[in-house]
């Protein structure tokens, strides 16, 4: 069986399901107890209709959702990679790229989405920087943490075994930081889904979080819920498809 037969079948998979269910029996019963009405808290049977009514839109924005998740997240990989390796060699670069890391991410993304709109016009490029602008910070301060924190006698016996500094790198530094680099991937793909959904939010015409904002200007209930479980399901996938690749990626390099 492949490791990702072996992760559907495993633990994990029960977990979720086993959470899922919770969730809608006490959804169920606060709705059966409390007799809220249709308008306010739909019932799990009527969410599903809508999923099932809905499903055309629902699949066409949650691809463009998708779409836009996978390229902020990659472009937040390979940028935050590249800038924390200087960081991590350079004291001065360091010190200098902190404030403005911490600062860029201390102004709400939503007060940056109408000059994003002004520099890249409306469009997915424009949902994709939101993103990237959220989700390349905990890349950057994760991967520096694991270059910064390997043991230096490992690096000495590189040295005294005549490697050379990209050779140290590749071979002792990379492997070492790789789980911290990892666990930044994957808080970095939760960040992606909720940039994304704000740069849709913000600049709308297309994807799940228009559709959100949509179904709540027509106060249709039942299509807002259906629009958030899209979300969590496609948040929840994409989330594992990097668990995934974690554990592959530690299997290779323990």
């Known amino acids: 069986m492949s490791s990702l037969g072996r992760w559907i079948g495993g633990q994990?998979?029960?977990?979720?399901v086993l959470a899922?269910?919770?969730?809608?029996?006490?959804?169920?019963?606060?709705?059966?107890?409390?007799?809220t009405p249709d308008y306010l808290l739909p019932t799990p049977a009527q969410v599903v209709e809508a999923l099932s009514t809905y499903r055309e839109p629902l699949l066409k924005q949650g691809w463009v959702t998708l779409r836009g998740i996978?390229?902020?997240?990659?472009?937040?990989?390979?940028?935050?990679v590249?800038?924390?390796?200087?960081?991590?060699?350079?004291r001065v670069v360091e010190r200098l790229g902190y404030p403005l890391l911490v600062m860029t991410q201390a102004v709400p993304k939503v007060a940056l989405g109408p000059l994003f709109i002004v520099w890249f016009g409306f469009g997915l490029m424009t949902n994709v920087l939101i993103a990237v602008s959220v989700a390349i910070f905990p890349i950057i301060?994760?991967?520096?943490?694991?270059?910064?924190?390997?043991d230096p006698d490992l690096v000495r016996l590189g040295r005294s075994m005549g490697a050379s500094r990209w050779r140290l790198f590749r071979?002792?530094?990379?492997?070492?930081?790789?789980?911290?680099?990892?666990?930044?991937?994957?808080?970095?793909i939760t960040f992606a889904v909720i940039g994304v959904v704000v740069g849709e939010f913000i600049v709308g015409g297309a994807g799940l979080g228009y559709l959100?904002?949509?179904?709540?200007?027509?106060?249709?209930?039942?299509?807002?819920?259906a629009c958030v479980i899209s979300l969590a399901v496609l948040a929840v996938l994409v989330f594992a498809a990097v668990e995934l690749l974690e554990r592959l990626a530690l299997r290779r390099h323990p």
């Open 212 to 225: 959100t904002i949509s179904a709540s200007g027509n106060q249709n209930v039942p299509l807002l819920f």
């Open 20 to 35: 899922i269910a919770l969730v809608v029996a006490v959804w169920q019963g606060v709705v059966l107890v409390g007799r």
């Open 141 to 150: 301060v994760n991967t520096v943490l694991g270059l910064t924190t390997i």
């Open 70 to 80: 996978l390229l902020a997240f990659g472009i937040s990989a390979v940028l935050g």
């Open 12 to 16: 994990t998979a029960f977990w979720y």
């Open 171 to 188: 071979l002792v530094r990379l492997p070492t930081a790789l789980p911290s680099v990892l666990a930044g991937l994957k808080v970095a």
């Open 82 to 90: 590249l800038l924390a390796i200087p960081m991590a060699f350079s």
